[in-house]
């Protein structure tokens, strides 16, 4: 079971994708070409090449985030809460909706600052090993680490009939995103993707 209605485009996600995989090879290549004279005489010209790096860094980072975001939200039936700090993960509405312990979530460790995508997990996914029906029952945040081409995902289980958890885990470039979210949850993750004609189709 996934939620239709939070399906995203072919643009939206295959864009996401293009800049996720391709933003640092496209760096060095426009570092390459603008400067090869000087690279030939061995001035390398360093302070552009980490300039050109680190937009692309923040680049691929953002988009790591954003694409598992989308992966998060096909099984959340309220979708995400963009938040900066640790208080408004706290108060987020999806999380009162489903009555989630917030005392026992604090006492696992949130993020304190920053941008982070938060998401109620609620669905019935396929496990990995055993090819059963699984539960998909828990808080996923999301966050680019901005300074290095990679994403952070905490997940925590902290309703109030279960001993409360959390995994955390890191999508580091160019490990696929949806593949990464798969192998640490063990449950498969896909994303529907809906066409102008109202089509959609698994990724």
Known sequence: MV???????PVIFGGLLVLYYFSIPFALIMWYGRYHAYIKKRNFRLKKLA????IAVFVTS????????IYFNIHSPTGGTTCYTSSCV????????YHINTTELEKLGLPRLGPMEVYMVRDKGTDTETLMPKTMDYV?????LIVVPAARVDVYHADERGRPWKKSFTIVWPLQPG????DKLKTEFTVIIVTGGGKGGGV
């Open 3 to 9: 939620y239709y209605s939070h399906a995203t485009t």
């Open 90 to 97: 706290l108060s987020a509405r999806s999380l009162s909706q």
């Open 179 to 182: 593949s990464v979210l798969t």
């Open 140 to 144: 996923a945040i999301v966050r680019p």
């Open 62 to 69: 953002f988009s790591a985030y954003k694409v598992a975001g």
């Open 51 to 54: 300039a050109y790096l680190l």
